[in-house]
């Protein structure tokens, strides 16, 4: 069965800070990994994906993710965080359907 | 623009009241989703569509139900058998098979 964890709650950074968000999946086939990103009251926005072939995956505003097979994680990176960049952040698989994580609340400190 | 539109964006229902959420798209998606998101929980497929007149339960689908009369409109009501219905509800559409969603900006249901 598909299923994705992401072990941190909430997180707060400094503005200008480097960010890693986690996540870790099961699937039995080669996953489809996603990121999405949702500010309060809105939906979800796409910010990457993950198919196949380069590991090293970019996406919207200044955001990467990096698929590691071997440790079955697909985390997210961004290399100095805005305030706008608050918010929360959902790791996804997809199979048949989606099958989210549970969520990491970002905070980010002036 | 193309996208998908859920109204209304906050919803009060008594208790023992069914209430109907819309979702309408003119993205010309012929598959249609309906989540339910809570804290700490992310989100919960209830519902899905991949053709008019068709549709499929999800993981939560116990206290819900759904139509697909029309390509463009997917409404959810919560009816009086869902013993939790506070939540925010998210629609989402795409091509069949296809991983690229588009979601709605959701509808925040209360039970008052």
């Known amino acids: 069965a598909q299923s994705v964890t992401q072990p941190d709650i909430h997180i707060t950074v400094s503005e200008g800070a480097s960010l890693e968000l986690r996540c870790n999946y099961s699937y039995g086939a080669t996953p489809y990994l996603f990121w999405y990103v949702q500010s309060p009251g809105q939906g979800l926005q796409l910010l990457l994906k993950?198919?196949?072939?380069?590991?090293l995956v970019q996406g919207i505003k200044g955001f990467e993710a990096e698929f590691k097979r071997s440790q079955s994680s697909f985390n997210l990176r961004k290399p100095s965080v805005h305030w706008s960049d608050a918010a929360e952040y959902f790791c996804?698989?997809?199979?048949?359907?989606?099958?989210f994580g549970p969520g990491t609340r970002l905070s980010v400190l002036p | 623009d193309g996208g998908i539109t859920q109204s209304p964006k906050y919803l009060f229902r008594k208790e023992g009241q069914n209430v109907t959420l819309s979702c309408e798209q003119n993205l010309n998606h012929d598959a249609m989703y309906w989540y339910r998101q809570d804290p700490g929980q992310g989100l919960r497929l209830i519902y899905y569509s991949q053709i008019v007149n068709d549709f499929q339960k999800g993981d939560i689908a116990e206290g819900y139900s759904v139509s697909r009369e029309k390509k463009e409109s997917f409404p959810l009501t919560v009816t009086s058998a869902q013993k939790n219905p506070t939540a925010f509800y998210l629609c989402?559409?795409?091509?069949?098979?296809?991983?690229?969603?588009?979601f709605g900006s959701g509808t925040r249901l209360t039970v008052v």
């Open positions: 993950y198919f196949s072939g380069d590991t």
């Open positions: 996804a698989v997809y199979g048949q359907n989606f099958v």
């Open positions: 989402a559409s795409s091509l069949p098979g296809a991983s690229d969603y588009t």
